[in-house]
Nanobody, 126 residues
């Protein structure tokens, strides 16, 4: 059974940093690209960042380029999201997601991901 468990969310001031973690289990972690999505109140869930199964290729939403970094540790079955220079508009519930298929690279569409964590709240206060 696939399980994705996020941690690391919290309350941070504008300009601050947080690192989110997502621990995966129940499948062969190295076979699948991973991604982070987020959902703010009243808005649709949106793509934030994705990483290929070997960790060498990454893709980001324009809104977070240069501020967020996605990475993965295949030995620990964990994917990370380092978030720097946080803004109030980054406030959302952040979700870890596993690609539906064992592709080489990560896609940006929600429909390409079939397994989701429970989410972790990130609140950026001004």
């Amino acid at each position: 059974q696939v399980q994705l468990v996020e941690s690391g969310g919290g309350l941070v001031q504008v300009g601050g940093s947080l690192r989110l973690s997502c621990a995966a289990s129940g499948y062969t972690f190295t076979y699948y690209p991973m991604a982070w999505f987020r959902q703010a109140p009243g808005k649709e869930r949106e793509f934030v960042a994705g990483i290929s199964r070997n960790g060498l290729n990454t893709v980001y939403a324009d809104s977070v380029k240069g501020r967020f970094t996605i990475s993965r540790d295949n030995a620990k079955n964990t994917v990370y999201l380092q978030m720097n220079s946080l803004k109030p508009e980054d406030t959302a519930v952040y979700y870890c997601a596993r690609s539906t298929t064992a592709l080489a690279v990560a896609g940006m569409r929600r429909s390409e991901y079939s397994h989701w964590g429970q989410g972790t709240q990130v609140t950026v206060s001004s």
